[in-house]
């Protein structure tokens, strides 16, 4: 497929002179030199980088007008919070508040109701492959809400190594992503484990959205692995407790030889 960049290929090379082109052949924009940010948007998100934000040291200006397009700064979110129940089977969700959707409308629904809320803005140094480092503001309402709500599921419907495991991967994963290696083996093998990880993924997250930030409301499945009988800081039949002394005893086994030669060693 052939890709067709001016910046690149044409003699543009800048902004400004993007936008002189614009402007002589008459072409539409949203922008004026004073907000002429570079923005990238679709259904996920945007991204905002250049002028103030190419320094580090300035605080992003989400008050300014022009600049958020997806939701407002958390100081103009309403005063009052937004509850939402999403719904997943498998690791994906299904619906919102009861009410089935499909992953488009899902995202669509969520950018609405986390924009409004001031969910989802990210000020953030990310390192380019070239190996640069850039600045940027992004607004991910929509993914910002599944993300949350989908760690908090998995909370109670993964074991602890595979949990872990699962955090540790994904460091790789979105390098993968990020680098452009999708169509690779590895990338696959990868998808092969988050897919068996999302067997048991199923059940209702409820949050709160309350100016800019997600609370957590509630979560429900019918693969729980939380055991409120194990839990309990009640009288209980689960274990004994004197069984912890042994425990603590040979967990911490390598620790107390370690010490006890360190302290030959330096008696020597």
Sequence with gaps: MEIIAPWRIWDIKSRDEEIDYAEAHNIPLKINRETNYSKDKNLWHLSHEGLDLEDPANEPQYNKPGFLEMGVSPEMAPDKPTYVTIHFEKGVPTAIDGKEMKGVEIVTKLNELGGANGIGLADLVENRLVGMKSRGVYETPGGTILYHAHDVLETITLDKMTQRMKQKLAIDFADLVYNGQWYTPVREALSA????TQK?????VKLKLYKGNIINAGVTSPYTLYDEEVATFDE????????SAG???????PI??????????NNK
């Design 247 to 253: 425990f603590i005893n040979l967990f911490g086994l």
């Design 256 to 265: 107390k030889v370690k010490a006890k030669l360190d302290q030959k060693r």
């Design 200 to 204: 048991t993924v199923t059940g209702d």
């Design 193 to 196: 484990f988050v897919t068996e």
């Design 236 to 243: 209980d039949n689960v274990y004994d407790q004197k069984d």
